[in-house]
Every structure is written in C-alpha cells, then in structure tokens.
C-alpha cells in the first residue's frame, strides 16, 4: 500500500516546528513536534520516524515532555529515550501502558505505525527549562492523561489534543466532549496568548481560537440535550447534526464517529439530572 510521507520544518515566535504528514487514498493525517527552550513537546509517530529524526538530531533537546499517550506523539519516544538518551516525562496515569507494547486498530498502525514501548517519568505540577518555567495543565477529555504545556515566561501554551478544530465534527469512542469543555475552561484561566496544536500547529490569536471552540462545544451542547429530551436517540440526533458522513468514520470502522459526541454529551447529562435528584 502506498502512503506518501511529507515533513516541513518552520520557526514561529521562537518555536521550532516539525510536521510531519502521512496520506493514503484521500485521507490525509499529520501530527506537529515542537521545541522550545531545551523542551521537545511530543514526539511524532514511528511511521514518521524517518522524517523527524534528523529534526530532533539538529535540535539542542534537554529533556521531552509528552502531552499524551497516543501513538501519534509517543511514536519516537523510545528513540529518544534509548538513542539520544534523554528523559521522557508524561502523566503519571499511562506510564505503565507505555512500557509496554499496545494494541490499536489497523488503520492506525497502518497509519502511525507501533510504538515501540519507552520508559517515562512522572511530570509533576510545574517544570524547568533553561530560562522559564512551566504550568503542567491537567486536560483531560481528548485522552484521560492528558495535559497542556504552558511556558510562564512567554506566555506560550502547548495544546495536544485539547483543540485540534474549532468545530468538533467527530470524536474517539474514548473521548469525553463535557471533560473537554471543562478543560477548556480550566486552560482559559491561565495567562498565554500564543498557542501551539499538536495537529492544527501554531495558531493565531490562540486564546481566541480556545474560546471559540468552548462555545462551539457549549452550543453544541444545549442542542444535544434539547434533542435528546424531545426523545429522540443518540443515532438520531447524531444523524440530525451531523449530515455528513466523514471518510474517517468508515476508515476507522466508528472508532471515530460523530455517535461519539452525543453519547458523550447524554451521558454527562443524565449523571447530572441523577445527582440532582
Ligand atoms: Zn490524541
């Protein structure tokens, strides 16, 4: 099977920025490196290998920070770790997972390949670099470990997973669209401008584009739940909302799907009218 592979660098604010790309029958995912500091922010897929190794060899990499324990950011971490000898911090919470060898779906090891397993470290609250400190920001809802980088001297905020698109069309079945809306909000709290995606990349007027994405997901909400209690099924209010039949449902065999939004949203809600009762 043919999969093309592509890699661009470019520096933003200070950010060196690699991106790597893999297409295949007209879907096309990528996934963004960042370093800033001495700190690498994840580590790209091991499909990606490749192209990202002579990235990180060019960069002067004191320690690897991981916002989450997806194969797309960890993919290179035991290369790292091994090969160049540097430390791996991550949550606490998917340490274990990561030393050893995972199982996902096909499509994404066709994808991203199979992360060979790595040992990280606990991250803690906060972290030093040479010049700055960081906020470690627990964001849970994309995955259940995971967290948002935040450089305290410029202001610059390290987003994983928390943004990726304005408008949410589809979720992982693991997804929690409530917990991210709270992650949301917990993240607006702080004080940064710039942001930085670990899809989307370096995005302009980034708290902007966080606030915006929160009240995507606030309206979203309330017509979720207004459809929901006019009795109608999670399949249709999905059908309702989204029309579309993104090629990434059928690819993953639904382990992404729109489903996955509403599920997520009804359960939040049903938990609330039960503690209310
Ligand atoms: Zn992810």
Not at 77 to 84: G, N, P, R
């Amino acid at each position: 099977m043919l999969f093309k592979k592509s890699f661009t660098e470019q520096t933003i604010n200070a950010v060196q920025i690699g991106n790597g790309t893999v297409a295949f029958q007209g879907v096309t995912l990528n996934v963004h490196c960042f370093v800033l500091d001495g700190v690498l922010i994840d580590t790209g897929s091991k499909s990606l290998g490749k192209e990202f190794t002579p990235f990180f060899k060019q960069q002067e990499i004191d320690q690897v920070v991981i916002t989450h324990y997806h194969e797309d950011h960890t993919g290179c971490a035991a290369f790292l770790q091994i090969e160049q000898n540097l430390s791996v911090y991550m949550s606490d919470v998917m340490l274990d997972y990561c030393t050893t060898k995972p199982n996902y779906p096909l499509y994404r090891k066709l994808f991203w390949g199979k992360r060979s397993p790595f040992q990280a470290k606990a991250i803690g609250k906060t972290f030093s670099s040479r010049n700055a400190t960081w906020d470690v920001i627990e964001t849970p809802g994309h995955s259940i470990d995971h967290l948002a980088f935040l450089n305290r001297a410029t202001g610059q905020l390290f987003s994983g997973d928390l943004y990726i698109q304005k408008k949410t069309k589809v979720a992982l079945r693991e997804e929690s669209i409530p917990t991210i809306m709270e992650s949301l909000r917990k993240v607006l709290t702080y004080d940064f401008e710039d942001v930085f995606c670990s899809h989307a990349g370096y995005l302009k007027q980034g708290r902007l584009a966080l606030q915006n994405k929160l009240d995507y997901l606030v309206d979203l909400q309330e017509n979720v739940i207004k459809l929901y209690e006019d009795g109608l099924s999670a399949r249709q209010i999905s059908t309702t909302l989204f029309t579309r039949k993104y090629p990434i449902i059928l690819f993953s065999a639904g382990e992404w799907d729109s489903l996955h939004i509403i599920t997520s949203i009804i359960q939040e809600h049903i938990k609330n009218t039960l503690s209310v009762k």
